[in-house]
C-alpha cells in the first residue's frame, strides 16, 4: 500500500523505491509544454509591467516557472525555464539575440534550486526550516550568477551598457529575481507541492 | 486584423505567400545587422526599411502603439544610465552640469548610438510578431528538420500558452462576478492579487497535464528520445511549399548579411567617425 503524502519523509519524495520503475513518458514532455505555456504569460507580466530594460526587469514573476518548475520536474523544468523567456521577453520587445545570450543564467536559475533539493533531499512541501534555507539559499546563490553574468556578460558584451551602469542592472536584476522567487515559491510550494510529488509527472532524478 | 498569441497579424497580406521560414530567417539574420552597424542614420534607415515592409504586408501600423511605451522605458533607461549613472570622466567633454552630475558629450553619443542599435530589433521582432502565427514558427522549424518531440514540444508550448491566458481570464472574471473590483487600487495591491492568480494557474495546468497526455497516449504517440528524427507523414508542411520566390528571398537575405560585413570590416562603412547624425550632433551641442 502506498505511503499516503503527509506521512512521506523528504528522503523517500527523492528516493526510487524497490521495484519503483520511472522512464520518460509523454507526460513529461506535456508538462514540459505546459511550463513553457505558463512561463510565457507570467514572465511576459513582469517583462512589460516592471522593465528595467532589455529584458532585466523589478519584478519579474517568470523566476517561479524557473525555480519551482525545474524543482518539481527537473531537466523538464530546466529546459521550459531557457524556452520561454525568448517569448515572454519577445513579446515585451527584448531582441532575439538578447534573449538568446540570457541562455545561461536562465539555465542556472533553474538547475541550482532543482540540484539542491535533489542533493540536499529537501522537502518540497517546505515542512522544516531546513527546507526553507536551502529554498532561500538556492535562488539566492543562482540569482546572483544570473544577475552577475546577464549585465556583466551579456549587456556589456553588446555594448548596451557603461561599466559604470552595470551595478544597477545587477542589483534589478538580483533584486527582481529574488524578491519575486522568494513570495512566488514559497506560496507555489506550499499550495501544490503535496499535490505534485503524487503525480506521474514529478521527476525524482533528473529525467523521471 | 487577427489577434494570435504573438500579436496581431493581418486577415490578408501578400507577405503569406512567403514560406514561414524565410519569415524567421529575416527576423534571426536582419536582428543581427545591428550589432555590426554604429552610425545611427544605417540602422534609423534599417527601421523605415521595415517600416515600409510592415505596410506593404498591410500590418496596421497602430499595433505599434503598443511598443511605444517599451521604446520609451528603454530610452530613458539608456539614457539614464549613460548620463546620469555614467560616471566621472575627465578626459570627456562636459555638456552640462545638473545638480553636480556632469553630462558628457560622449556619453550622450554612445546613449543615441545603443539606442537606435535597439530599435530596429525590436522593429525586427514587431514586423516578426506580426506576420506569423503560431502555426508559422511551427512549420518554420520542420522545415528545417527540427525533430519531431522538440517541434511537439514547441506546438504544445504555444497552445498551452493560449490556455494559461484563457484561464487567466476565467479567474478574474470569476472575481469580478462575485463583486471584486480593482479599479482604484494600489499597485502592491494589483500585485498580491495577481501573484495568488497563480496557484489557480498552475494547478489547472498540472491537471491539464494528465488529460493531455491521456490524449496523446490514446492516438499513439510515444516518446522516443528528444532529438531523434524518424521518418514520418508530414501533414501540416504538405500546405506550404518552398518556392522559387522563398530561395530567392533566403539567398537576398544572407547575400545582404554577407555584404554588410564586407562593407563594415573590409571598407570600414556604418561607423561612428562618418555618421552624419553624429557629426551634426556634435556641432549642436558642443
Known sequence: MATPTSELTAEQIWTVEEGEKRSVGVIHIVICALLIGIGFVVGAFGSISFPLGFGVNFFWTGIAVQNVGAIWFGAWGVIAAFIFPFFSNGIAGTPFYVSAAYIPANLFQALAPAWAFRFFKADPRLNSVRDYVILLVAITVSNICGALYSPLVVLKGFGLLTAESVPIFIWGWFGGNEVAGIILNIILMKALSGVVIRTPAFVKKWWA | ?286
Request: charged letters at 15%; proline letters at 3%.
Open chain 2, 1 to 286: 486584423m487577427n489577434k494570435t498569441l504573438l500579436g496581431y497579424v493581418p486577415e490578408e497580406s501578400p507577405i503569406y505567400v512567403i514560406h514561414p521560414f524565410v519569415k524567421l530567417f529575416f527576423m534571426l539574420v536582419v536582428s543581427l545587422f545591428p550589432m555590426f552597424i554604429t552610425a545611427p542614420e544605417w540602422n534609423s534607415a534599417l527601421i523605415i526599411l521595415i517600416l515600409i515592409l510592415m505596410w506593404y504586408s498591410r500590418i496596421d501600423i497602430k499595433i505599434l502603439r503598443f511598443y511605444v511605451p517599451i521604446a520609451i522605458s528603454m530610452g530613458s533607461v539608456i539614457l539614464l544610465t549613460y548620463t546620469v549613472f555614467g560616471g566621472n570622466h575627465p578626459e570627456f567633454i562636459t555638456l552640462v552640469r545638473v545638480l553636480g552630475i556632469r553630462i558628457y558629450w560622449e556619453r550622450v553619443r554612445d546613449a543615441i548610438v545603443v539606442y537606435f542599435r535597439i530599435l530596429p530589433m525590436i522593429f525586427t521582432m514587431v514586423f516578426f510578431l506580426s506576420t506569423s502565427r503560431e502555426r508559422d514558427i511551427i512549420v518554420a522549424m520542420r522545415s528545417i528538420r527540427v525533430s519531431f518531440a522538440i517541434t511537439y514540444l514547441f506546438a504544445m508550448a504555444l497552445r498551452s500558452a493560449g490556455m494559461v491566458m484563457e484561464d487567466f481570464s476565467t479567474v478574474r472574471e470569476a472575481e469580478q462576478a462575485r463583486g471584486f473590483d480593482s479599479a482604484g487600487k494600489s499597485i502592491a495591491y494589483k500585485l498580491r492579487r495577481y501573484i495568488m492568480y497563480m496557484v489557480p494557474l498552475f494547478a489547472i495546468s498540472l491537471r491539464r497535464s494528465e488529460d493531455f497526455t491521456n490524449a496523446l497516449v490514446a492516438r499513439g504517440y510515444s516518446f522516443t528520445g528528444l532529438l531523434r528524427n524518424p521518418k514520418r507523414a508530414d501533414y501540416i508542411l504538405t500546405h506550404y511549399q518552398f518556392t522559387l520566390l522563398d530561395y530567392i528571398l533566403t539567398a537576398v537575405i544572407a547575400l545582404s548579411f554577407v555584404v554588410l560585413l564586407i562593407y563594415r570590416y573590409g571598407l570600414g562603412y556604418f561607423g561612428l567617425e562618418d555618421s552624419l547624425i553624429i557629426g551634426w550632433l556634435r556641432q549642436l551641442l558642443i
